[in-house]
């Protein structure tokens, strides 16, 4: 079965510093993957995808995440953080061979930047 | 609508009640889903609706959980006698491509 872990519950930094969060999943074959992004009090909104091509991915307000295959790997990375980039991620990932509902969700990783 | 609208945002209900939440997707999706939001467990897929297909039923926790898609649009996910553990934010999401739009969920209180 499918399952996407996410190892940093809670990630609190300083403004300007670097952000790099963990994702990694377990599923052998192609893969869909996502990183979601949840803002205090607003719905959840994709920050980035990747479905093949560039395993270097950029997605909005400066956020990229990198596909390593050989080590089952999505992990996001802002090189400069803000105050504004407190909320919730979510790492996600949709097997090709699994039903293209079922979107694997990790627990979260809440980061909270202190101005 | 430009979004994915849902109702009620918040419901409140008293265990062994049945609630009804709703779910208006983007005009023109074709896919829908319902997710269960529950605090510090992420989000949790409960049940998939695609076109005409039969839906993906497959994350229902159980008997008591069951949704419909009338017309091809609007959902209504349905849980009846309802249990504390019920208790969470159900969101929904709708797609065309494989990039899903969410909802802003409602928050279910069982007490």
């Known amino acids: 079965a499918q399952s996407v872990s996410q190892h940093n519950h809670h990630v609190i930094l300083s403004e300007a510093a670097s952000l790099e969060l963990g994702c990694n999943y377990s599923y052998g074959g192609t893969v869909n993957l996502f990183w979601y992004v949840q803002y205090p009090g607003q719905h959840l909104q994709l920050l980035l995808k990747?479905?093949?091509?560039?395993?270097l991915v950029k997605g909005i307000k400066g956020f990229e995440a990198e596909f390593i295959k050989s080590k089952f790997s999505f992990n996001l990375r802002k090189p400069s953080v803000q105050w504004s980039d407190t909320a919730e991620y979510f790492c996600a990932v949709n097997g090709d061979g699994g039903s293209q509902g079922n979107l694997i969700f990790g627990k979260g990783t809440k980061l909270s930047v202190k101005p | 609508g430009a979004g994915v609208s849902q109702s009620p945002s918040n419901k409140v209900t008293e265990k062994g009640k049945d609630v009804e939440l709703r779910c208006d997707p983007i005009?023109?999706?074709?896919?829908l889903y319902w997710y269960r939001q529950s605090l510090g467990q992420g989000l949790e897929f409960l049940i998939y609706?695609?076109?005409?297909?039969?839906?993906?039923k497959s994350g229902l926790p159980s008997d008591r959980f069951s949704a419909e898609r009338t017309g091809g649009s609007v959902s209504t996910l349905t849980i009846q006698r309802t249990q504390q553990e019920d208790s969470a934010v159900y969101l929904c999401?709708?797609?065309?491509?494989?990039?899903?739009?969410f909802g802003p969920g409602t928050r279910l209180t069982v007490l």
């Open positions: 990747y479905f093949s091509g560039d395993p």
């Open positions: 999401a709708s797609s065309l491509n494989r990039q899903r739009v």
């Open positions: 609706f695609q076109g005409n297909s039969a839906p993906d």
């Open positions: 005009s023109g999706h074709t896919a």
